[in-house]
């Protein structure tokens, strides 16, 4: 038997302020998770275990490919799931303890390990976050579409998901770099001090739990408001053949390509960040502290700018616009560098110029991810009209595992280009030569140009906006009456 349509449609409303904030704080889980992977696990790896970059790379991208699997099965599932909690909370409330637990491992690989064994642990510690995390950030971000079916309320509701996903990320970046890894007597560059690994993942770990938790019992009463399922098929080849059914959607293909692009993109800039701000610009100690808070600007300047930009031209050129404005912001200095018009390295000049680039540069390309991530919301609506069914948490699934791209491909990506461009192993800021610097510049601005423009070219090619949307809920409450 097919699963029927489902019994009431989400209601087309806007959230009251509690509600839309605990929603949002659920978020802090991925943001540190995401944090940690992209800007300190390649580092960690490579440049305070030993292991070669590009091997540290290719097993990160291995366990990614895991990914393609768990992430759709669990979205699947979650959407399958017929309990007095709904469809999401059972799945966000089993989610805790594993996230806490493989978190803390990864970061902690033991000592007696050889090259072998750090590496066969990083892939097992990776793999078993990254399905945690699953478990928890599926069905919990597949909520969206369920608490309004508003065109505009869903850019507002994902515009705050994105400022506590980057906010707890954002913070356990200045807790790294002013606390756990900061400078200290006999590490002048903090990042290599081990030890301190462990308290940022132990510091982690209890902010993702608390985030969770606090997330879930919030929106445990907006239960009874969302979507009632219906019925369902039983059986793996009635769910195997729902899937297929189901992402052969053309809006969210495009998504996916635009998301994997855009997605990649952030992944390398983080995986390479660390190198960028130690080698290239020489940071040290608190001028890290200023990297955090103008990455924090961009996102208050994308939470604000995203709606605006979604009703003024649409979610999809807007999207479009920003993924390549955003690349040519972050490109600016690094070109500058390479010709010889930038201020000196180190001189409050050229540290002033970098800042107001990567202000300019997040708040674009956090608009595109509010953006997408909204479009992703209403691809929903328009499957159901073909499939007649509601499967939020498998497409957000498939928005879940492009993210992840930021710290499987990213860093990939970036282990390749360290390798290409002839960086050492353990190095010292100063001492790594300079056209070792230019080449890495170089190698990221063309993989980077190029990454921008296929984004754009994809969101330019989504296929419906805000008047067939509304259309597809005037014919759907119209059935419901008739």
């Known amino acids: 038997m097919e699963p029927v349509r489902p019994l009431q449609a989400p209601p087309a409303r806007r959230l009251g302020q509690g509600v839309l904030l605990a929603y949002g704080l659920g978020a802090v889980a991925y943001g540190v998770k995401d944090s940690g992977f992209g800007t300190f696990l390649l580092l960690f790896y490579n440049q305070v275990l030993g292991l070669p970059s590009a091997s540290v790379g290719l097993v990160v991208m291995a366990a990614l490919v895991l990914d393609a699997f768990i992430d759709p099965a669990v979205g699947i599932l979650s959407d399958r799931t017929r309990s007095r909690w709904g469809r999401r909370h059972p799945w966000m409330y089993a989610a805790v303890v594993p996230i806490m637990a493989g978190w ?10 050889g090259q072998a064994g750090l590496l066969a642990w990083l892939f097992a510690a990776a793999i078993f976050v990254r399905a945690a995390v699953s478990c928890y950030e599926v069905p919990s971000v597949a909520l969206t579409p369920e608490l309004s079916s508003d065109y505009d309320e869903r850019t507002r509701i994902m515009a705050y998901r994105y400022l506590f996903g980057w906010a707890g990320g954002l913070i356990m970046l200045l807790a790294a770099y002013t606390l756990f890894l900061a400078p200290r007597p006999g590490f002048a560059n903090g ?130 616009l920003m993924a390549v404005v955003s690349y040519l912001f972050y490109a600016a200095p690094y070109v500058a560098r390479l010709l010889g018009w930038l201020p000196p390295v180190g001189t409050p000049a050229a540290l002033a110029l970098l800042l107001a680039s990567l202000v300019l540069s997040t708040g674009c390309g956090v608009s595109t991810f509010i953006l997408g991530s909204a479009m992703l919301a209403d691809v929903v609506e328009d499957s159901e009209a073909t499939t007649g069914r509601r499967n939020e948490g498998l497409f957000f699934a498939g928005g879940l595992f492009v993210q992840k791209c930021t710290s499987g491909i990213g860093i990939f990506l970036a282990g390749l280009i360290l390798a290409a461009a002839g960086f050492p192993a353990q190095a010292h800021p100063g001492a790594v030569p300079a056209a070792v610097l230019d080449r890495l510049s170089l190698i990221y601005l063309v993989i980077g140009g190029v990454l921008a423009g296929l984004a754009a070219i994809a969101f330019l090619r989504f296929p419906f906006g805000r008047d067939e949307h509304e259309a597809r809920l005037h014919a759907k409450a119209a059935i419901t009456v008739s």
């Open 104 to 113: 803390l491992l990864l970061w902690s690989p033991p000592s007696a390990l």
């Open 191 to 320: 990042l290599l001090y081990r030890p301190g690994y462990h308290g940022f993942a132990l510091a982690g770990a209890l902010a993702m739990g608390a985030a969770i938790l606090t997330s879930a019992l919030v929106t445990h009463r907006e239960i009874p408001n969302l979507p009632q399922a219906g019925a369902i098929a039983p059986g793996l080849g009635s769910a195997v053949r729902e899937l297929l059914s189901t992402v052969r959607n053309r809006g969210f293909v495009i998504l996916l390509l635009g998301g994997l692009c855009s997605y990649t993109n952030q992944g390398l800039i983080y995986a390479l960040s660390n190198y960028f701000y130690s080698y290239i610009w020489l940071f040290k100690g608190a001028q890290f502290l200023f990297v955090a808070l103008a990455l924090f600007g961009g996102v208050v300047i994308a939470f604000f700018a995203a709606k605006p930009l979604s009703q003024r031209i649409g979610k999809a050129r807007a999207a479009a």
